[in-house]
C-alpha cells in the first residue's frame, strides 16, 4: 500500500515511474495552494504547474512540481505495509434483530388477514409494537415492519368500515 501524503514517512521511496490517480494529484494541488497562500509561488507559477499536475500520469511528474519548494509543500509518497485485516470476530455477520424479524412477519400477515374481520387489525397492531425497539437503533427490518403493520391494519379497518356502510356485515349472534 502507498501512502500518497506530504511529508517523509519512513518507508522506502515509492518509484518514480508509478501511475498517480485523481487523489494523488489532488493532493498536490492542495499543496501548490498553500504555497500560493503563504507567497511562495506567484499565480501564473500556479497555473502552469496547476495544468502539469492536471495532466501528471507518474509519480515523477507530481514530486516535480512540488521539489523546489519549501519541505512542508512537498509531496512525497511513501510505500506503507499494507493495513491487516479486522479479526473475523469484528466483521458484520448479517445478525438481525429477533424481534424485528417477528415483527415483519406479523405485520405481514396482517395484510393476508385483512380480510378477516379483526384478525388484520391484531397482527398489525402486534407488528407495529414488536418493530418500535427496533426504530430507535434504526434497523431496516422494523421499519419496513412498521409500514406493513400500518399497511395490514388501516387496510383492515377499512374493509371492516366498508362492511358495516353496505350492510353486510352482521355482527355477532345473539
Same mark, same amino acid.
Given at each position: 500500500m502507498v501512502n500518497y501524503g506530504v511529508g517523509p514517512a519512513g518507508g522506502p521511496q515509492v518509484p518514480s515511474t508509478e501511475r498517480v490517480g485523481t487523489a494523488q494529484r489532488t493532493a498536490v494541488l492542495d499543496l501548490l495552494s498553500r504555497a500560493l497562500e503563504q507567497g511562495y509561488i506567484e499565480l501564473g507559477e500556479y497555473e502552469v504547474r496547476m495544468a502539469a499536475i492536471q495532466s501528471a500520469r507518474t509519480v515523477g511528474d507530481l514530486t516535480g512540481q512540488t521539489a523546489d519548494l519549501p519541505h512542508q509543500f512537498r509531496w512525497q509518497p511513501?510505500?506503507? %505495509?499494507? %493495513?491487516? %485485516? %479486522?479479526?473475523? #470476530? +469484528? &466483521?458484520?455477520?448479517?445478525?438481525?434483530?429477533?424481534? #424485528? +424479524?417477528?415483527?415483519?412477519? !406479523? #405485520?405481514?400477515?396482517?395484510?393476508? !388477514? #385483512?380480510?378477516?374481520? =379483526?384478525?388484520?387489525? &391484531?397482527?398489525? &397492531? =402486534? =407488528?407495529?409494537? !414488536? $418493530?418500535?425497539? =427496533? !426504530?430507535?437503533?434504526?434497523?431496516?427490518? $422494523?421499519?419496513?415492519? &412498521?409500514?406493513l403493520g400500518c399497511i395490514g391494519t388501516l387496510l383492515s379497518v377499512a374493509i371492516i368500515v366498508f362492511m358495516i356502510a353496505t350492510g353486510s356485515y352482521q355482527g355477532s349472534a345473539t
Open positions: 511513501q510505500h506503507q %505495509p499494507a %493495513p491487516v %485485516p %479486522p479479526p473475523a #470476530s +469484528q &466483521l458484520v455477520t448479517g445478525k438481525r434483530n429477533p424481534m #424485528s +424479524q417477528v415483527a415483519l412477519t !406479523l #405485520s405481514a400477515v396482517s395484510i393476508a !388477514l #385483512s380480510i378477516c374481520l =379483526g384478525a388484520g387489525v &391484531l397482527f398489525g &397492531l =402486534g =407488528g407495529i409494537a !414488536l $418493530s418500535l425497539p =427496533g !426504530l430507535k437503533a434504526k434497523d431496516t427490518m $422494523s421499519r419496513i415492519a &412498521l409500514v
